[in-house]
């Protein structure tokens, strides 16, 4: 699977944006998908997943209640939706996937066997 993201670009403190991550290949719809970020000067760390199957969702504390994962499987595409940007949210966000993903390991990096090349968010206050 190979994934490309798209959509980031520079954005204003509270505006929304959305990212959207197309995947190449076959079997699309038995990968748990998900949105990592890496701030400047920081670890890569888990946003959000969608689980394949059932498409249940997963966020991060710092990210729960303003982004949402979707996916829709005709278009091998997974979307991040961003809204209520603040400037901690500039990052590159990557979008990840694994194929079965175990619901315990969704927030794991090391989990994930596919990842696109990230696109990069930039909030200004």
């Known amino acids: 699977v190979q994934l490309q993201a798209f959509g980031g670009g520079l954005v204003q403190a509270g505006a929304s944006r959305r990212l959207s991550c197309i995947a190449s290949g076959r079997a699309f719809n038995s990968y748990t998908l998900a949105w990592f970020r890496q701030a400047p000067g920081k670890d890569r760390e888990f946003a959000a997943a969608i689980r394949y199957g059932t498409s249940r969702t997963y966020y991060s504390d710092s990210v729960k209640g303003r982004f949402t994962i979707s996916r829709d499987n005709a278009k091998n595409t997974v979307y991040l939706q961003m809204d209520s940007l603040q400037p901690e949210d500039t990052a590159v966000y990557y979008c990840?996937?694994?194929?079965?993903?175990?619901?315990?390991?969704?927030?794991?990096?090391?989990?994930?066997?596919?990842w696109g090349q990230g696109t990069l968010v930039t909030v200004s206050s």
């Open positions: 990840a996937a694994a194929s079965f993903l175990h619901d315990h390991y969704y927030n794991i990096e090391r989990y994930y066997n596919f």
